[in-house]
């Protein structure tokens, strides 16, 4: 790694500040996952680095960062979706957030001189809450750099284009295959506002297609920003999320696991090694159905239907119950006929990965539940 370690601090009582407090808990104080072996999100990385020998290894940039990082220097456009504060986490609105990929550090490290290079980090981001959604996951950036002249023989941009498109499809290709031996590859056209083309690379694995990473050839603006002569110098840039891949490979069923003190989940494992995980047993899961009109009538604002999201939701249940949530869906939604208000009914499914738990212990928390939705967020509960 080249740079220090620091994470900026998170006033997490700021209005701009949309964190909740076991998600700061992470940044701040968890040691990184991927730093510790044998864990295998540890593994996997440390896998991938050595199939990019000669690389620059960056590992720990701080989590926090400029907004203009992640999206505006990649010229991700001001009313993109993904600037919502019901998708990202800002720790000061609109300037500062948690990363919500690796991408963020691109620009920065080009200019600092990479041209070669693989970043690893935590990222960040509100979404839905499953067996393959955590609101913290993994990322790897990699980043490599042409120089096509001086000679003057691949001046024309176009063939530039295709020739840095053939390495990284060469190079991806070539990863796939030292991660999970033989197997069948696609690409997949892609778009990122990024690089161009854009694409996506696809493994067959268990009778389907699963989507591995996104890449493409970096925007020449890019490159501009970071002080090249883009006449003379072309890019690729790929990103993968290292929780999926080590899902597949090592036969982890709930991303969870990931986060477990568990010793039943750390013995399995051994520095440098991809082993079938053994679940150690599975518990019963509880299911608890909660409902809600989606706007709060005795405070006569029926505008907030438009406004409530179920991010909301998800922060709060992980608030209360932290990582015994292990699913939410919404089982129903309709409008009632005459005071044309919305009703959503939310499935949520508790379950330790690590032991049973009682129906008194649920209960508890489900009344905690109810408690801070009502108090929270600008609904009434059915
Ligand atoms: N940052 C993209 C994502 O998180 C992945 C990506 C990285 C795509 C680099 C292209 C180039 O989805």
Redesign the pocket.
């Known amino acids: 790694s080249t740079d220090a370690s620091t994470t900026s601090p998170i006033n997490l009582e700021s209005p701009n500040c949309n964190i909740p407090p076991h998600i700061a808990d992470r940044v701040l104080l968890t040691p990184k996952l991927y730093q510790q072996p044998p864990h295998p999100l540890c593994t996997i990385k440390e896998k991938i680095e050595t199939f990019f020998p000669g690389f620059d290894y960056v590992d720990s940039k701080d989590p926090i960062v400029k907004s203009t990082a992640n999206f505006d220097s990649l010229l991700i456009p001001p009313d993109h979706v993904s600037r919502s504060k019901s998708d990202t986490y800002y720790v000061d609105h609109p300037d500062v957030c948690l990363r919500t990929?690796t991408?963020a550090h691109q620009l920065e490290l080009l200019k600092q001189g990479h041209k070669e290079f693989l970043c690893t980090g935590d990222v960040y981001r509100r979404d839905d809450i499953d067996k393959s959604h955590y609101p913290i996951f993994h990322?790897m950036?990699g980043v490599k750099v042409f120089d096509l002249l001086p000679e003057g023989t691949m001046s024309d941009p176009e063939q530039n284009v295709e020739l840095v498109m053939e390495d990284l499809k060469k190079t991806l290709e070539g990863l796939a295959q030292h991660l999970f031996g033989p197997v069948e590859c696609r690409w997949v056209e892609e778009y990122?506002p990024?690089?161009h083309p854009?694409l996506e690379l696809e493994i067959w694995y268990q009778d389907d297609w699963m989507e591995v990473l996104?890449?493409?050839v970096m925007q020449p603006k890019i490159l501009q920003d970071a002080g090249y002569d883009t006449t003379k110098h072309q890019a690729w840039?790929?990103?993968l999320g290292l929780e999926r891949l080590a899902m597949v490979l090592f036969e982890i069923p709930d991303i969870r696991l990931f986060w477990s003190q568990d010793e039943r989940f750390w013995n399995q494992f051994q520095p440098g090694e991809i082993t079938k995980f053994q679940p150690y047993s599975k518990y019963p899961p509880c299911f608890k159905d909660v409902s809600f009109w989606v706007d709060d009538a005795a405070a006569g604002d029926h505008e907030a239907a438009k406004n409530f999201h179920v991010n909301e939701l998800n922060d709060l249940l992980r608030q209360v119950g932290g990582d015994l949530i292990e699913a939410v869906e919404l089982v129903d939604q309709f409008t009632h006929p005459k005071t044309n208000r919305e009703s959503h009914c939310y499935r949520i499914t508790y379950r330790s990965m690590d032991r049973s738990l009682t129906n008194q212990e649920i209960d508890a928390l489900q009344e905690q539940v109810r408690d801070k939705i009502s108090n929270q967020l600008n609904v009434e509960l059915r």
Do not use: N
């Open positions: 990929h991408s990322q950036e990122f990024f690089t854009s996104g890449c493409g840039a790929f990103g």
